[in-house]
């Protein structure tokens, strides 16, 4: 391990603020690190230089081998909720926080290495990843970022030049991310559980003046603290359910306290509209399917409450109403980000009755009909500009949809509002897996083609027509598999 001072200036907050749950440790050495991907636009927002990034210092720094100065990487403790058991010791089992970078606006971003090897929290795993789930990675948030829903970035792929053993031996790879911080709701079980409520007031204190300072002005800050969090996850989780997407894994050391969509494993973007589906090997019971996933943030937030009760009054059954109360504005932000976005998926910019209720029709025609969620919505653009065809051709059910249609049409719909709001391209099943499969034998050209259309998912390209598309009937019912 060396350091060098000119690499890149980091602070490491959180390690001196909270050492109970940061552990100092140090990455497993590369053997032959080399960049595959960058990600040069970010690299600029955060003003650090991208050439630097893409040589050798920048391939030695993003997997954790050189350490720049004043910074102190870290392994995380943190416990939390796994499909509903609570499992106390989790903790970043491969993965370092190396610290927090300062932009040029001044707001501070976690640089996050994942795949760097093992740590004390590693259990039985070998602390590595795959070149495969990282690319994944990168290419899902990237394309969430460009959908607009807040989210962990991905500043580049390194590999390591190690292989990894899973069914097979994977070429190894190091992920370096970029969040607004790595807490997370199972940050709080951790240092709620050693039953010291100061380390959980401190706790509190450093997520409120990181994510949501105005908590501090309230006469009650933990609770202030619920209620925004509660607000932030309600936005984030009606988003993802306005694009259609499966997080797959929502346990509560997977939800952030900043409101960002973190750790993509077995995610997907739903194809035909069912609110059952679910894509994940593990989740046999379904628990984190589609449609189950503004009840499931509900649930790990009530888990978040908890954690907080001793800091809100002096007594047990005060605290446990208020946090309750509190608790609320999930829903109520839920419902508001969900019934504006979907207004706006048809094409309206304010939610009259009789457009919330076309949207609740439109629902029902599409999940009756198994339309493919992103084509189907799409098509209205095209409708609203008079060829209906398209949309028809994915509906069987036409006397529902002409009929649906009539009353659409009779309010305007704004077809540039529609395709503002719909996406053409998202990160499809067989087209991420065709990527990764390229890249994993060493051809990256897929991946960078599919990473492209997925950065402007809202401008139609011809060309570029095979993203667009569902899976074929023979790529069967989609499976991903994540921790790998
Ligand atoms: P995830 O499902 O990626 O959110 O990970 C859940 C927990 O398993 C975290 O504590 C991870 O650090 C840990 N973990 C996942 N994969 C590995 C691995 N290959 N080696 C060690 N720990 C791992
Ligand atoms: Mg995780």
Redesign the pocket.
């Known amino acids: 391990m060396t350091t060098n001072p000119e690499l890149l200036p980091i602070a490491n907050r959180f390690a001196t603020e909270l050492p109970e749950l940061a552990l100092p440790w140090q990455a497993e050495e590369a053997l032959d690190p080399r960049v595959l991907v960058l990600n040069e636009p970010l690299a600029a927002e955060l003003a650090i230089d991208p050439e630097m990034l893409g040589g050798d210092a920048g391939a030695r720094l993003l997997t954790g081998s050189l350490v720049p100065a004043g910074a102190t990487p870290v392994a995380q403790a943190y416990a939390g909720h796994q499909f509903g058991g609570y499992s106390p010791r989790?903790?970043?089992?491969?993965?370092l926080l190396v610290g927090e970078l300062s932009d040029p606006q001044g707001r501070l971003h976690d640089l996050h290495l994942k795949g760097s090897g093992?740590t004390p929290?590693?259990?039985g795993?070998?602390?590595?990843?795959a070149v495969g789930p990282m690319l994944r990675e990168y290419l899902t948030s990237e394309a969430m970022h460009a959908l607009g829903v807040p989210t962990t970035r991905s500043l580049a792929v390194v590999a390591t030049g190690r292989q990894v053993r899973r069914e097979r031996d994977l070429p190894g790879a190091v992920l370096a991310r970029v969040a607004s911080s790595h807490l997370r709701v199972g940050s709080f079980q951790y240092a709620a559980a050693t039953g010291d409520v100061e380390l959980v007031r401190r706790l509190a204190d450093h997520a409120i003046a990181r994510h949501h300072p105005v908590a501090a002005q309230a006469a009650n800050p933990a609770l202030a603290l619920i209620e925004a969090v509660a607000t932030a996850q309600g936005d984030l989780v009606a988003r993802w359910m306005l694009i259609g997407f499966v997080h797959g894994?929502m346990?509560t050391?997977?939800m952030t306290i900043s409101g960002e969509t973190i750790?993509y494993?077995p995610c997907s973007f739903m194809e035909a509209f069912d609110p059952a589906t679910v894509h994940s090997s593990i989740d046999t019971g379904g628990r984190y399917a589609y449609g189950n996933q503004p009840l499931v943030a509900e649930w790990n937030l009530a888990r978040f409450a908890e954690t907080l009760l001793p800091l809100i009054a002096d007594d047990q059954d005060s605290s446990v109403e208020l946090a309750t109360q509190a608790l609320g504005a999930f829903r109520s932000r839920y419902g508001a980000t969900y019934a504006a976005g979907l207004v706006a998926k048809i094409g309206f910019a304010s939610g009259t009755e009789e457009a919330v209720d076309l949207g609740e029709q439109l629902l029902v025609l599409l999940g009756e009909n198994h339309v493919d969620w992103t084509s189907g919505f799409r098509a209205l653009a095209g409708a609203a500009r008079g060829d209906a065809e398209p949309l028809r051709g994915l509906v069987a059910n036409l006397a529902g949809l002409d009929a649906w249609l009539a009353r659409w049409r009779e309010l305007l719909p704004d077809a540039e509002l529609l395709e503002r709001t719909n996406p053409a391209y998202v990160p499809r099943n067989h087209r991420v897996e065709e990527a990764l499969d390229a890249a994993t034998a060493g051809d990256l050209g897929p991946f960078g083609e599919l990473l492209a259309a997925v950065q402007h998912p809202f401008d139609e390209h011809p060309g570029l027509e095979r993203f667009a598309e569902p899976a074929p009937p023979d790529f069967g019912r989609y499976v991903s598999y994540?921790?790998t």
């Not at 989790?90 to 993965?95: I, K, Q």
């Not at 795993?125 to 990843?129: E, K, M, T």
């Open positions: 989790l903790g970043d089992g491969r993965a093992r929290f590693s259990r795993g070998d602390g590595r990843a894994v346990n050391d997977n750790d494993g994540c921790g």
